[in-house]
């Protein structure tokens, strides 16, 4: 009897000890998510993506985690953040444009009724959610963070401040406004650069909710480095005069690396030089000293902004939760040709450079620098456009110094968000009726480094359109022809196949048209 009674306990200690970690990992909590957004940051700016420009962090996240090649944005501001945040296309989201209501649905200007934020659906298991820096989607209440989800909030509702304080960039009547938890702020604190305090807000965040049993969703979005070119004087100085060799070397060097680091095919060709930019040879001592202040500005504005990943990547470790957390960094757009010098609507300040008595842009012609290989900018459906750099890190879930180019979008970081979280996207939420996602879940190729099969992709934004169906795109600017171009052998767009090959040409453009009608999508010229 008693040999009976020992073997009955060794089973049970047995069972025991397989049922443990298996209760163990079911109960285990869920992983936190980390989204960062940088503005107006150029496909080639990062060190892990070919630049020179210290940005040590992100290249280690890069160097542990994984670097999607072929990941798209929306080619602008509002509506790269509507189609991140709710996982639609811009249209769908009620973001087509920017925040001013032009008179149809697909173009109001705050986020639709029908759409829902990652913040919004994570609630679902519990997570706290935080949001530091830009929102830029809609100025409605119903459209503000603290009512799409977020429980701690800091927020600019604008497209565009200072770095040093809230007065207005613009003399057209527009102000900036910033929202903390849902109330309005002032920023008149000139030593306080917003970089800084974008990261401090976050910092701050997590380390209030350090004890919680809850898994966090972290919403981090910089303004850095959009216009107004402002820096601090220290990190201006780490790069004042490394740009003296002016842009067309730059290119060339960014577009050597890339090629080492395997970013590129090493059979494309590098994109024509913009059109409009001056000859560097051509151009003054004082000339040359000039655009090397703009560069190493713009340069200064994108290292402090990795210094900051840096803090909370810290900060991260510090609760101890670092092993427990899915980072993805991206940007909003390609590099900007914006010309604020020549726009009448833009306060002018011709103080010194860099600093709050400043207000100045990079030009198109480090702008083309910035979307080394390719050609074109923000506002574009071209590759300048709508190429983003993409990391993501998730230790012992993703492979540590991955390169892959599935091609990906921001409408699919929603579904890839509820993938990790356990969700499965609803059909309703608070009684609404959503719209059904056009995105997938990037998981499996985060986790496995696989490649699915093709895809087919839209874009339109004033005027400027494309598809990419498989490794055809056809994409035009606003009044322009159709061009066509086969990514696989020429992603830099530099040999136009539209004549070669017109029944393409054709058979994409059906397949656009559909799409545009479908998500609302009106001629530039019929808006407001």
Request: with cysteine; proline share 5%.
């Amino acid at each position: 009897m008693y040999k009976d009674l020992r073997f009955s306990f060794l089973q049970i200690l047995l069972l025991l000890a397989i049922l443990t970690p298996a209760r163990a990992q079911s109960e285990k909590r869920a992983p936190n998510i980390i989204i960062i957004l940088a503005d107006d940051l150029g496909f080639s700016d990062l060190g892990c993506f070919g630049s020179e420009i210290k940005t040590p962090n992100l290249d280690r996240l890069a160097g542990e985690g994984l670097r999607l090649t072929s990941f798209y944005n929306s080619g602008r501001c509002c509506p790269s953040r509507a189609a991140l945040l709710t996982g639609l296309y811009p249209h769908q989201a009620g973001i087509g444009d920017m925040v001013q209501d032009k008179g149809s649905p697909a173009y109001q200007g705050f986020l639709s009724k029908n759409s829902a934020t990652i913040a919004q659906l994570l609630k679902a298991k519990n997570y706290t959610t935080i949001v530091s820096g830009k929102w830029h989607v809609g100025l409605v209440p119903s459209a503000l963070a603290h009512n799409r989800g977020f429980d701690k909030s800091f927020t600019m509702l604008n497209n565009g401040s200072s770095y040093f304080n809230s007065e207005p960039i613009y003399n057209d009547g527009r102000k900036v406004t910033f929202l903390l938890d849902g109330e309005k702020i002032e920023r008149q604190d000139t030593a306080r650069y917003l970089t800084q305090a974008i990261t401090d807000f976050a910092v701050k965040s997590l380390d209030e909710i350090k004890n919680s049993e809850n898994p966090f969703f972290l919403y981090v979005t910089y303004t850095a480095p959009h216009w107004p070119i402002q820096a601090l004087p220290e990190d201006i100085a780490k790069y004042k005069g490394k740009y003296l060799k002016g842009w067309d070397a730059l290119r060339k060097e960014r577009f050597a690396r890339q090629k080492q680091l395997g970013i590129i095919d090493k059979n494309w060709a590098l994109s024509a030089r913009f059109e409009g930019a001056k000859d560097w040879e051509n151009l003054s001592a004082t000339e040359r000293e000039h655009w090397d202040t703009r560069m190493a500005i713009y340069a200064a504005m994108i290292d402090r902004m990795d210094q900051g990943i840096g803090s909370i990547l810290t900060k991260l470790k510090d609760i101890q939760q670092d092993k427990n957390t899915l980072v993805i960094f991206v940007s909003d757009n390609g590099g900007s040709g914006d010309t604020v010098k020549d726009w009448d609507y833009v306060t002018q300040k011709n103080g010194a450079p860099g600093s709050v008595a400043s207000i100045d842009s990079y030009y198109p012609e480090w702008g083309n620098a910035s979307n080394t290989p390719f050609s074109l900018f923000k506002k574009n459906t071209h590759e300048g456009g709508i190429a983003s750099p993409f990391i993501a890190w998730f230790p012992g879930q993703i492979q540590a110094g991955s390169l892959n180019s599935q091609v990906g979008h921001l409408i699919d970081l929603l579904p890839t968000c509820l993938d990790w979280a356990g969700l499965t996207y609803p059909k309703e939420l608070n009684a609404k009726k959503l719209m059904p996602l056009p995105g997938k879940s990037l998981k499996p190729t985060l986790t496995s480094n696989s490649q699915t099969t093709d895809r087919t992709l839209f874009w339109e934004h004033e005027g400027s359109r494309a598809l990419r169906s498989g490794n055809w795109k056809l994409v035009a600017e606003s009044h322009q022809p159709w061009a066509l171009y086969d990514l696989k052998s020429d992603r830099t767009e530099t040999n136009n196949l539209a004549a070669r090959y017109p029944d393409k040409v054709k058979a994409l453009e059906k397949q656009y048209l559909e799409w545009a009608k479908q998500v609302g999508v009106v001629d530039c010229d019929l808006i407001k």
